[in-house]
């Protein structure tokens, strides 16, 4: 495949009168992490959901968007749901809401697989055990016997980590994926995501209202503003670099013990 | 009153215990936690989840009970509890909590107005006659305006909500505002905005504030000394600014360097925490 992973271009969201997302554009590409922030309404989840086709049947949608390649507005039911189950996987912020409570680990963890795929089981569970071991879980066979609220939601959002990864995507799109965890645990599940994507060439798109974890964890950063993109700077620039008012006065808003933008 | 020699809130060796299923372990919340805070000045609770630190703002709060230790608030005892309706309503008058979610802890069948006056009227301090202008001062301590009084919670944005839980808990003239983290799902603009409102009402009225946050930085921004908690215990304890910036136990020297910032390392964390497991002995939650 050439090009992007993720290719948005020029996507305008409307619900009748009402314009949610205005010509947004962004791409990421092979191994690449890209930040998209941005505050409460400002369109950053709505972005990730057009673009997984993720909305209610009144959504008026234009532009483009291609998941490695593929053409999703365009896409039929049959073609949609092969993109949404192979190609992309979308990590949310509460892992409690993405797994049944009353199904053991296990079974939601390779559903995908066993139910889209047609892995057989015992195939589908040593593939689900490793990924468990790989983002990090101590017991891994304990833990695919036990029911989500046995587990810390750490641990939780690593089980969801591990099935997003069981169909092998190429592009996680994480909204908030890491927002309710602690800071210790926040660091954790981004180490093992970091070292996911550098192993599989995996690109992430990491939508986040924290602007010093966007500018420390990403190659390239969006910022968004009533549904439009109104800046786009390498990570490492965030603070140092935006030129744009509204950047600039979301950036001086956030505190910080660090003394280097006071 | 509490005079200079005796803090407002004087918390003495608390210690809370769960059980969480029969014929578990139990597990202890709160640890031998002392702390003060006179009037007018803000202490910061710190750590992560299971630190203990939302038991203790609900201990301070009349919401939970401690089973051990003694905890006084201008004098009067906050553990030993008077059964009669006087005495509950001025424990609860005495310390008022706001929460994250101002949405789940507002009524919201009542407009703002109705919520102000709800609160005066049930401590008996809304005479009908002045209640008007109380809730007009209210508003406009709390930044929002006059016509806002008449709309009820789904009318308004999640930042409004939250200055409308303050307006109702400075209604009562409390001695204490505990507050859990009541910022934290705020956005960043927004979020300065509250602080600020903070910082003036504590100027103002002399409240003492219990600032409980996992954010570090915002508790940065508002308190004069920090608690920072792990496993139920007080780990490290001074003025805020030298406990962010010159951390000494190893466990805040975790938290400090996890937070994201320039040259952050997710891989450095983890090797820190992994460290800090091996020296304490104890995993983290």
């Known amino acids: ?262 | 009153m509490s005079t200079a020699s005796t803090p407002l809130v004087v918390a003495d060796s608390l210690r809370r215990t769960f059980q969480p299923a029969r014929g578990a372990d139990p597990v202890v919340a709160v640890d031998d936690v002392s702390f003060t805070i006179s009037a007018g000045e803000s202490l910061g609770l710190v750590g992560e989840s299971g630190s203990g630190k939302s038991t203790i703002a609900r201990i301070l709060a009349g919401l939970e009970r401690a089973d051990a230790g003694s905890l006084t608030v201008d004098g009067r005892d906050r553990l030993v509890r008077g059964r009669g309706r006087r005495a509950r309503l001025h424990r609860a008058r005495q310390v008022q909590m706001v929460f994250q979610d101002p949405y789940g802890s507002l009524d919201r069948r009542l407009t703002v107005e109705q919520t102000l006056v709800h609160a005066m009227r049930l401590h008996g301090l809304a005479a009908r006659a002045d209640a008007g202008a109380r809730v007009a001062e209210l508003l406009d301590r709390v930044r929002l305006a006059s016509a806002q009084g008449a709309l009820k919670p789904h009318q308004l944005s999640g930042g409004q909500r939250q200055r409308v839980a303050i307006a109702r808990a400075i209604a009562v003239s409390p001695s204490v505002l505990v507050l859990d983290e009541a910022v934290s799902a705020l956005d960043v603009s927004v979020q300065a905005q509250i602080l600020e409102l903070l910082g003036e009402i504590r100027r103002d009225s002399g409240i003492a504030l219990l600032f409980v946050s996992h954010d570090l930085a915002v508790v940065d921004e508002v308190t004069d000394r920090t608690l920072v908690l792990f496993h139920g215990r007080v780990v490290e304890h001074g003025a805020t600014r030298e406990v962010l910036r010159a951390p000494r136990h190893a466990y805040t020297q975790l938290l400090v360097s996890s937070v994201a910032g320039p040259g952050w390392d997710p891989h450095e964390v983890i090797e820190r925490r992994a460290a800090f497991e091996r020296q304490s002995d104890a995993p983290l939650r």
């Open chain 1, 1 to 262: 495949m050439t090009g992007p992973l993720l290719d948005i271009a020029d996507l305008s969201l409307r619900y009748g009168d009402t314009r949610i997302l205005d010509r947004v554009s962004l791409r990421v590409d092979t191994g690449e992490t890209v930040g998209l922030v941005g505050e409460s309404g400002s369109g950053k989840s709505s972005t990730v959901r057009a673009a997984l086709r993720l909305l209610p049947p009144t959504a008026q949608l234009d532009g483009s968007v291609r998941i490695a390649g593929r053409d999703v507005l365009g896409a039929d039911a049959r073609e949609l749901r092969d993109i949404r189950s192979s190609e992309v996987a979308l990590i949310q912020q509460d892992p409690r809401g993405a797994l049944n409570p009353v199904r053991r680990i296990g079974d939601s963890l390779i559903e995908r697989l066993v139910l889209v795929h047609g892995v057989a089981r015992p195939e589908a569970k040593r593939r689900g055990l490793e990924l468990l071991e790989a983002v990090g879980i101590s017991r891994p066979e304990l833990r695919f016997r036990q029911y989500p609220h046995e587990l810390s939601g750490g641990m939780l959002q690593r089980v969801v980590i591990a099935a997003a990864l069981t169909t092998r995507p190429a592009l996680l799109l994480a909204d908030e994926a890491t927002s309710a965890l602690d800071v210790t645990t926040q660091a954790e599940v981004l180490a093992i995501l970091r070292d996911l994507q550098r192993e599989r060439g995996l690109g992430l798109l990491f939508i986040t209202h924290d602007l010093h974890l966007a500018a420390a964890y990403c190659d390239r950063v969006y910022v968004m503003l009533s549904g439009e993109i109104v800046e786009e700077l390498q990570g490492a620039d965030l603070f140092a670099g935006a030129r744009d008012t509204y950047t600039r006065s979301l950036l001086d808003a956030v505190p910080t013990i660090r003394e280097h933008h006071a």
